[in-house]
């Protein structure tokens, strides 16, 4: 199930109960990211995520401080490809707290 699946299958869940989804913007951020930097590593056109500036140099602190470190040590993380794509993603990262990443 995709990311867009999911969220209207919780917003369906919670209207039933009358509750409204509001996702948390760094997690948000974060999925994003990951969809980003994905779609680099394929050779595709990235989505920008819908953060504020200070919300994604916060992400990319989290990001550099401890996503990445631990998932370059799981097992499931220790393909060339996938060592690829988080090379990306702390390239990213990294001209993001630069400020060389455009809004």
Do not use: F
């Not at 680099?40 to 994604?56: I, K, L, Q």
């Amino acid at each position: 199930m995709d990311r867009e699946s999911l969220e209207r299958r919780i917003r369906s869940l919670e209207k039933r109960r009358g509750q409204t989804y509001q996702p948390d913007p760094l997690w948000q951020a974060a999925t994003w990211e990951l969809c980003n930097a994905t779609a680099r590593a394929r050779g595709e056109e990235p989505r920008a995520p819908e953060v504020s500036h200070e919300d994604r140099r916060e992400l990319a602190e989290w990001v550099l401080g401890s996503v990445i470190p631990k998932y370059r040590n799981e097992p499931g993380w220790q393909s060339p490809e996938a060592q690829a794509l988080l090379d990306a993603w702390e390239e990213e990262a990294r001209r993001e707290l630069e400020g060389d990443v455009d809004d």
